[in-house]
């Protein structure tokens, strides 16, 4: 589509432009870098680039900037496959170990790391415990006359309550109940437990049904848990040093949009890719964010896509980096999970 000349003066305009946020002139190409071009022919590749799409002109007597078209290209072809550093593979590290102690510290965590390396907005999902696997139900003897009930899921998320122990009730009686609800639920989603399958576990223990009504209830205590997914965000003043976004009414409206989880979340669901996807200005499907980009990634658990981690910033991203940071995240964040599973 374009000779090596152009891509080379393209790729340049488009490392300097992300930057500096200044337009690029041919004088400033030919001083800067080391093309090999003298001003003039820079200058008539870049009218050539232009009259392509690759390149606009915001003034008369400006220099250019890419120009959606023109990153699309620069992510598609010119970018060469992003790598993380080892410095930022254990800044990486050392946060999580100093700094995260629980399931929900991974998630604020992630979305602050992520937006501190990519100085631009970043939005974490975490998992809808509805559409988790059910993994077991535990009682747990808390003394004489009280247990826990723990209902436990693949991916680690709990829903525990301490229950008093019905009078004439042993110990065993408790296991063989948990022993039931797991034969029957075990690696089914939440969403998958209906109300007839509960019912057959308690015509198998009509032996205690009190104490079958208070596992009952623990479950469907989870069952009623938010069905909306949790969106975690990072940096959202970054927004606010991007010189883009100097324009007040333009970054009133983004705030606002940050502030509705549902719309995020639904945001993040309506592009579908493996890997790190990359949606440019008009590319993005909810118009309030079509002068933005967006890089996004899911992240899995042995296989099962769990969430989506996320990079809003202006389309004058450092697209390289932002890969490099998420390719490296959306693997390493499924792996932390998997530690603070519950067995």
């Not at 229950?163 to 690696?187: C, H, K, V």
Request: glycine share 6%; net charge negative.
């Amino acid at each position: 589509m374009l000779d090596e000349r152009k891509r080379k003066i393209l790729q340049t305009i488009v490392d300097d432009y992300v930057s500096t946020a200044e337009p690029v002139g041919s004088r400033t190409l030919a001083r800067k870098y080391s093309l090999g071009l003298s001003p003039a022919t820079i200058r008539n590749e870049m009218s050539d680039l232009e009259v392509l799409g690759f390149l606009e002109q915001p003034h008369t007597s400006a220099g250019r900037i890419p120009s959606p078209r023109g990153y699309r290209f620069y992510v598609d072809c010119l970018l060469e496959q992003p790598k993380i550093s080892e410095h930022d593979v254990g800044l990486i590290t050392n946060w999580y170990e100093s700094r995260v102690r629980s399931i929900e510290e991974v998630f604020q965590e992630t979305a602050k790391i992520i937006s501190r390396m990519t100085r631009s907005v970043s939005l974490v999902t975490a998992p809808q415990f509805s559409q988790a696997l059910f993994k077991y139900l535990q009682f747990l003897p808390l003394d004489e006359r009280r247990a826990i009930v723990v209902v436990v899921t693949d991916a680690g998320f709990v829903e525990n309550k301490v229950i008093d122990i019905p009078e004439g009730t042993s110990f065993p009686d408790l296991q063989q109940i948990a022993a039931s609800i797991n034969e029957r639920l075990a690696g089914l989603s939440f969403d998958q437990i209906k109300q007839s399958l509960l019912r057959e576990i308690r015509n198998d223990i009509l032996k205690n049904p009190a104490l079958f009504e208070t596992a009952l209830a623990i479950l469907r205590q989870a069952l009623a848990v938010e069905r909306n997914e949790k969106v975690y965000l990072g940096g959202t003043t970054q927004l606010l040093a991007q010189p883009e976004f100097r324009d007040v009414e333009k970054i009133r409206g983004l705030l606002s949009m940050l502030e509705e989880e549902k719309l995020l979340a639904d945001i993040l669901h309506m592009q579908d890719g493996e890997g790190v996807v990359v949606t440019i200005g008009q590319e993005n499907k909810y118009s309030g964010i079509q002068n933005c980009s967006m890089v996004q990634a899911t992240y899995r658990i042995e296989g099962q896509v769990i969430g989506t981690l996320a990079v809003l910033g202006p389309t004058r991203m450092e697209y390289g980096k932002t890969m490099a940071v998420l390719e490296f995240m959306h693997r390493h964040l499924g792996e932390t999970l998997k530690k603070f599973k519950v067995y």
